[in-house]
């Protein structure tokens, strides 16, 4: 990084930082709010702890501050806080365990773990999240006091509270301009116009009577940052862990995905275990700093790209910017009317706004797409806890189901090549003395019990359609691991076969494959020959002229 | 089953049954008191229960009723009832919600749910299960009054309780009569050992006052069948219901499994779902019958098969059986001392033990062997319960996590032919502008992360060690499946490869992986080639002399 400084290159970093500065600063504001949380909260932790991920991160491009799904997730977190523990207080745990939990994952190497939320799960949940926080702040953009946990619950708290018509049409008149600027087909335009806005509506709010009777932020305390220790109270951790285990896991499953999608993009090379350390540090800092948790924003780490950011300096001047701002709008900010910053989150969050993932996912699988809608449904009725759960659970019952259910292919050989297709597929040719057989899936336990039957089941079509076998010969390309209860498997299939008279053979098996079975000498004693590739083992029998199979020293085995 | 009648085969089954009553008859009493039940419930068990699965079931070899396993998973079910419910009433409630389970499992075709239990988990378990019966049946040999649900706990009360000499001479004696009848070379007089060993017992207890302080099994009552309904108490009902749940899917699982490798054998087709049906049909009759919970042993279903049962008619003769020896045994059986039944549990279970399912796992695949000695020591030291739950997750976490770390390889042409295989392993040549990559796993979204990272160094490979590539050509042959994820990574790939001037191109295709490509138009939007072999696709390029591979019609596609 110091390089870059010496270079020069810290225009470009310096350039990037403030523009990330003018999307931050709404943002921050805004997502605190969402969270439950004062304004200044949102502001705290969009200082020390991008410092802090600058230090010990791997990505130059990550958007690191406040983000809106784990903005919700921290509300849902901190609504069943214990009497006597402000959120406040409550955030500043959370966002300890968050650091904490990632750095143990850190140090015990569980990056993997975040391969376990399937992108239909990671969509649908992305999805629910912002659909919730959109409906979490229209009551604040109607000037309704209605709140609730779920789309339900919110919808009835906001028929009986009803609505402020000076709140609704703050709130009205700051979405359509806030379209508006989307509308007219300037980039800087649209970017700037949160800012603007926020700048504009405070100024009209300090100036004139026009927000009396408004909702406003309110007078912040002294903007100093609160250094401290978060409440070191057991119960309150204990009551906190598993939401924190939650935001921990998407903080990581989010800012992962961003990072490296850029990466790939820029043509760098990310470490996963680099990134986890610098999102555990962030958080611990913004824990003992007057935060909140903190992870990798989508639209300000495509902004840090676009606008040219180099390294991780750039996050060093957005920390600048944040920190100019809030001695700047300090005072200001109490004048600042609540529907304006509800309205730059539901414009914000619904911009993302796509029905397309889920016609995508059904169309190409229905039972991922039926995963990806059941997600989103869930936060939206049930709670975002419920919905990573279902996702996790969903993603690998389906996996499992999937495995369970091989495919079993026939084949013949394509006339004139050595290419052998399945025959319900393709034109092709199969000799009566044996059967080939193609399985499309390692054979593991899910499986392992139906082999024998489906085999026999195909030994006896080819019996009905093509003449009595003598041979079974596998082509085990496709079988890419073979588990203890697989192997298990094969044995009964090799006793059932030779009960009928026929002869197991094997095509084309993997080496790691090979290797175990050597291992166990389980081909030597179950007399099980082996061809390099299906065409030869096919062939194998027309040169065969011994009376018995069973005492022939198989040509190519190895 | 009337056919078999009139065709005069059922004097085979008549002999069957009467070879299996003699070894039903010492084993009922055994485990009913392994079960800590007294000793006619196991009796009763082994009268209606094997005519209703006669009835519904469909093995002609199925050796239903108490199982040893079985025995031992109720003993622990019924170690916790509620104060004022005798353990036969909490066995009744036990067998329903068994039978209960087993029609609601039959009924929604759960059937493939068996699969969960993997070889190793169930073999694990089985031998854990062996282990935890001969030592629970220790104190009884020595006439210890000590007892326990965990090894140690067990060895524990037995220091404590000390041993009483009479009892464990009649033990002793017991077991070198069993162990010496098992090495006379006679298989007949080995099957008759327990039986007459009993009877004599019987007769020596008493004629003499040689078995005076042994526990005995003690006057029976009435030996009636005690029909009636088993206690209507919703509390215990739930109580027993996650015991029942897993003793009903031990029931299936077990009985399915030597059901299965015998059907195998002897050429016949067996259903899963008709099996779930008559054991659920037998628990049933079992729960108002005075039973317990009953399932297919495994001994003497090999015993059915061995002494040559044709049909379910056997079964049926083999109650016949019993109920003759339940009139005769009446008196005699109070006189029964209980070392020489523990003896016979002992000697039958010890004699199935073995450790080299262990050294075979551990061998073949290491996660494995620790898995099935994990399950094995959670039987001994927890519960079974827990043992099976590690069982069933363990299994499931091998299976991720393999699909986590697919094997890539680069492969070349093993020279003069056309195949292709692993540079690593074999002699083959490459050519520099064309990778050749075989990905050995379905792209899912346990491994979907990793796939750019994964090719991408194979890339850098391939450019030191070869030369610049052009194209980057993937064996898609062991890709059984792609889902949502895998296929974001795959154009996450594309946007990679395409940001380094590379062209991506797949060869041998799968049917059913490219009938859901084609379905979503994605080789199109992405212009990725085809080739119906790796060969093709390797060659394709020599003959192409165009300046730019971008727009080229591609030669194979399909």
Known sequence: MTADIASGRWRADLMAGAVVAVLLIPQSLAYAMLAGLPAQVGLYASLLPLLAYAAWGSSPVLGLGPVAVLALMIAQALAGLPAGVSPEAGALVLAAEVGLLL????????????????????????TGATLMIAASQLPVLLGSAATGATLPGLALAMVQAGLQPLSLAWGSVAVVLLLASRRAGSRTLARLAPLLLLLGAMAVAALTPAAQGVAQVGALPQLSLPLGLPLLDGALWLHLLPSAALVALMTFVSSLAVAESLAQRRGEKLLPAAEMRGLAAANLVAAVTGGMPVAGSFSRSILLHEAGSRSRWALVFVAGFMALAMLLLAGPLAYLPKPVLAATIVVAVLSGFSLRPYREAWRYARAEGLLMAAVTAAVLLWSVGAALALGVVGSIALLIQRTAQPHVARIGRVPGTQHYRNLERYAVECRPEVVGLRIDES?????????????????RAHRASVGEPRRVLMLMAPVNHIDVSGLTALEELHTALRAEGLRLEFSEVKGPVLDRLKAVGWLERHDVSLYLSHHEGIQAGEHDLRPSLADMDAPGQL
């Not at 015990?108 to 799960?121: F, H, I, N, Q, W």
């Not at 593991?444 to 030994?459: I, M, P, Q, Y």
């Open 103 to 126: 750095a143990l994952a850190a140090l015990l190497r569980l990056d993997a773990l975040a391969s376990l939320l399937s992108v239909p799960a990671l969509r649908g949940f992305e």
């Open 443 to 459: 054979l593991v336990f899910t499986n392992a019990r139906g082999l024998a039957d489906v085999v026999l089941a195909h030994v």
